[in-house]
């Protein structure tokens, strides 16, 4: 054993003490201060290790506030010196998310501040996988919005979290409204995005929810007695959520393009807008600017914007008019 192990261990062992006699702000400040002396000293690694093997400690006491606290200095640290966006540095990240995910008050800081790190190396929209992740625990507090942001953003499994995620955000919405705003929410920013086959398996997963749990909403197509395929599945007609329908339309119309002005498609994508323009409501804004951006990306339409993607991707995409879901802080379209 390295007499820096040694020591690491003993500092670790102190803290234990103080709280096992409750003495949690004692040893967190005093485990502060010795990672405090040891970046000063220069000795990053071991300050990274003390500050994360402390948080641990501290959540089997449930201080998430001096958890937090801890985190964020050890990623900080990651910051200053540049440490790359490494297996081993996003796993130490990753422990201290799990556990920190319990404390709404304090997570969020933390979360923005890693994601901010891979950032700073990547100089993108940060790690994909730390993206995935942070979705997966927001999904899970029933912050739908969050979530959906870093779903947009992250592996390859997101597209699918992202769908399952929008029906049940849908579900608990009152019957009136269109379903199909969620879905087109997800499906309109992948393509957006230029994520095609993302937009594909989000529609995909929302679809297969919907057909479950609403069966006699979703009549599936057929041509010669088969059922009709696309790249996202089997194809539906949908009895009353009219945008469930105008959201598969389009999917359909971007699958068979070609990517020129002059197309079929392209024709078609247009009537696609003005059969479906009424049902936009309060969203036509903002779904129309996305609908440009995919024309553009896929139907070679030039398009003079005046915000960034990322703008408009992140716009307000609802007004108090439209669906409000319980136990979060604004509406269908973000």
């Not at 940060?126 to 912050?143: E, N, P, W, Y």
């Not at 971007?254 to 009424?278: F, H, M």
Request: charged residues 20%.
């Amino acid at each position: 054993m390295s007499a820096s192990t040694s020591r690491i261990e003993r500092f670790i062992s102190n803290l234990r003490q103080n709280l096992k006699e409750g003495n949690y702000y004692e040893g967190h400040q005093e485990l502060r201060a010795i990672a405090i002396r040891l970046v000063k000293q220069k000795k990053h690694s071991r300050a990274i290790q003390l500050l994360y093997l402390g948080a641990l400690e501290l959540c089997q006491y449930n201080q998430w506030g001096s958890v937090a606290d801890l985190a964020a200095f050890m990623i900080n640290i990651y910051v200053e010196e540049k440490l790359p966006v490494t297996s081993d540095n996003k796993e130490r990240v990753y422990d201290i998310f799990e556990k920190l995910s319990q404390a709404t008050e304090y997570y969020p800081r933390v979360y923005e501040s890693a994601i901010q790190w891979t950032i700073g190396e990547k100089h993108g929209v940060g790690d994909s996988q730390m993206h995935h992740i942070v979705g997966c625990i927001q999904r899970g507090k029933a912050r739908y919005q969050e979530a959906e942001q870093h779903f947009l953003v992250g592996t390859a499994e997101s597209p699918l979290a992202l769908g399952s995620m929008l029906f049940d955000w849908a579900a608990r919405t009152s019957p009136q409204h269109d379903l199909g705003l969620f879905i087109a929410r997800g499906v309109l920013k992948y393509l957006a995005l230029g994520w095609r086959e993302a937009a594909c398996l989000c529609y995909k997963a929302f679809a297969a929810k919907m057909a479950q749990a609403l069966p006699a909403e979703l009549e599936e197509q057929h041509s010669d007695d088969q059922a009709v395929q696309s790249a996202f599945g089997p194809v539906y007609y949908c009895k009353t959520h009219v945008l469930f329908n105008f959201t598969q339309l389009l999917l359909l119309t971007v699958e068979r393009s070609d990517g020129s002005p002059a197309s079929d498609s392209t024709r078609i994508l247009g009537q696609i807008r003005n059969q479906y323009g009424q049902a936009f409501g309060t969203n036509a804004d903002t779904i129309n600017e996305l609908l440009d951006i995919v024309g553009e990306k896929f139907f070679g339409i030039v398009v003079h914007r005046q915000q960034s993607l990322f703008d408009i991707v992140n716009s307000l995409f609802a007004s108090p008019s439209q669906p409000q879901i319980e136990n979060t802080s604004a509406e269908a379209m973000d």
